[in-house]
């Protein structure tokens, strides 16, 4: 099972790009990047997927490199409602409990 | 559609008290998963079921933890005799299937033993 690492914490400002990076070094070949956000008394709500390249949608954008040993979810001009926790998954397509390890997060304060 | 529903969304119980806690996916979905989640251990699965059969259930704690999906649209998770370190919020989901990585969540059961 591949182990993510992502920063505890972030901060940012509203109408600002920001980028949150997971390492992901032992990624299988048949794993899948999946990112998850939480508000506050909610449930995590899925975000975007990926496996190579740049993946783009209506919410966020996400950068794999060619070694896929990272990723970075990339969020455009942010906004106060932003403020989540965001997590970074890594799992093979053949089992889905091999991704299904949330770690701590990255936690994302937007301040005005 | 209305979502993973959850119920009941707060519960307060005694100490060896049994706990039911009920779940209803998304119709059409064949997957449905059980997390627990803390401020010390996080988000957590604890089992999940496809086409109603338990898949794997390595994250159950402990016997005092029981899971049953008897059709496609409800699953409980059972907690007899419940201790104060079960208090959690208790999450559902589900998905279109076992190898989508786009799960439903639901709003969670928030469970207090004292």
């Known amino acids: 099972l591949a182990k993510t690492t992502q920063p505890i914490s972030m901060d940012s400002y509203e109408g600002q790009e920001v980028n949150i990076t997971c390492s992901h070094n032992n990624i299988a070949t048949n794993d899948y990047i999946t990112w998850y956000q939480q508000f506050p008394s909610q449930g995590p709500r899925f975000i975007i997927q990926?496996?190579?390249t740049k993946v783009t949608n209506e919410v966020a954008s996400l950068f794999i490199p060619a070694d896929r040993k990272s990723s970075t979810l990339s969020l455009p001009r942010v906004s106060l409602s932003d403020t989540a926790v965001y997590y970074c998954l890594v799992g093979g397509s053949y089992n889905a409990g091999n991704m299904l390890t949330f770690g701590g997060g990255t936690r994302l304060m937007v301040k005005p | 559609d209305a979502g993973v529903i959850q119920s009941p969304r707060h519960e307060v119980t005694e100490m060896g008290q049994e706990v039911t806690l009920r779940c209803k996916p998304i119709?059409?979905?064949?997957?449905l998963f059980w997390y627990r989640q803390t401020m010390m251990r996080g988000l957590e699965l604890l089992i999940y079921?496809?086409?109603?059969?338990?898949?794997?259930d390595s994250g159950m704690p402990e016997d005092r933890f029981s899971a049953k999906m008897p059709n496609a649209s409800f699953s409980t998770l059972k907690i007899q005799p419940s201790e104060p370190r079960d208090s959690a919020v208790y999450f559902c989901?589900?998905?279109?299937?076992?190898?989508?990585?786009?799960?439903?969540f639901g709003p969670g059961t928030r469970l207090t033993v004292t």
């Open positions: 119709s059409g979905h064949n997957s």
């Open positions: 989901a589900s998905s279109l299937s076992a190898v989508s990585y786009e799960q439903y």
């Open positions: 990926g496996y190579k």
């Open positions: 079921f496809n086409n109603n059969v338990p898949i794997d």
